[in-house]
């Protein structure tokens, strides 16, 4: 049994790893998600409001989430083929993003009371005080992880000691700098959600 966990803790922490290191694993894996959330979506909602939910879930993540990772499925894919950095093709995902809010936040609202998730995204962009501040928060980290993210993508730095450099600190600087995001970002969520009393599931 012992010999069994810690074969699973090592396949969890290579995939890690992996996910970590290799920008392509990690496209695929948020793409999967995201196209197996809608799938589900649409057999729950029906097609239309499935792809809308799939969609604003979506967006929450790239406005309410301290880190890049589900504005990476249009990051890469831009970096890839124009060799924009992330760090601004991210602006292009905030922008989609907020806009597909405004559209649906006025033309079909009703699509946010189909998930507790959505819920509590409507309660948050419809209150801007003091609500908007986890918003603003995401926005610095996601574009903090970002610039560490186009470095990875970098083939090679000017000078070699600055590349060695960056290595030994970039990953501790990351790891402070995000992680004090995420427990601000968690403590409004936590006084926003005992503020409306509510459960959050993903769907339903």
Known sequence: MHHNLKNIHKVIRDIKTQLHKNPLVKFIAVFLIFVIYSIFSMFKFG????????????TFFVLCTPVADAGFILDLPIRVLTGIRMVY?????????????LIVHFANPTIYERTGLLSL???IISHPWPFWIIIILSAGGT???L????????????????????????????MILIATLFIIILAVYDFLLRTLGVHIPLIG
């Open 47 to 58: 097609a239309s409001d499935g792809l809308l939910v799939g969609l604003m879930t979506w």
């Open 89 to 101: 093709s991210e602006i292009i995902v905030w922008t989609i993003a907020i806009g597909s809010n």
């Open 121 to 123: 995204f409507q309660h």
């Open 143 to 145: 574009f903090l992880s």
């Open 147 to 174: 610039v560490f993210g186009d470095e990875l993508m970098d083939i090679s730095y000017e000078h070699k000691k600055e590349r060695e450099h960056h290595k030994r600190h970039k990953h501790k600087y990351r």
